[in-house]
């Protein structure tokens, strides 16, 4: 089985290189991956379908992500629905990982990643949350 076997990933970039080369990478460990270019693209999927765990950038241009985060945090809150957040960004200074914790999200990853920590904590959070 692979490591992240039919586990929905909701990846939220608005660099196309990135996503892309996220989505794949994503893929090729079993994840179902959706992709959204911005905050407004990935409230939209999000309210289509829950995702088991999102991935976002932070510096994205229109809301970053942690504005997508409080967002999207108030229609699940509707739908009853616990979804963990990871951050997936440029910004890696000691104020960029307390202020994505702030903003709720479960793990702040720096980029580049390496493939393995990123499947690793897409896993981690995704058990964590389901109990």
Known sequence: MRALESIRVL????????????RLTLEAV??????????????R????QVPDVVLSDISMPGQ????????MRAVLKKRHARVPAV???AL???EDRVASRDA??????DKPVDTAKLVEV????????RG
């Open 64 to 71: 970053d992500g942690r504005t997508l985060l409080r967002r």
């Open 87 to 89: 951050a997936l960004t």
């Open 30 to 43: 079993g994840a179902l991956v959706t992709v959204a270019a911005s905050a407004d693209e990935a409230l």
């Open 92 to 94: 890696g200074s000691r």
């Open 11 to 22: 990846v939220v970039e608005d660099d196309d290189d990135s996503r892309e080369m996220t």
């Open 45 to 48: 999927a999000i309210e289509a």
């Open 104 to 109: 709720g999200f479960h793990y702040h990853l």
């Open 122 to 129: 897409l896993s981690s959070v995704v058990r964590l949350t």
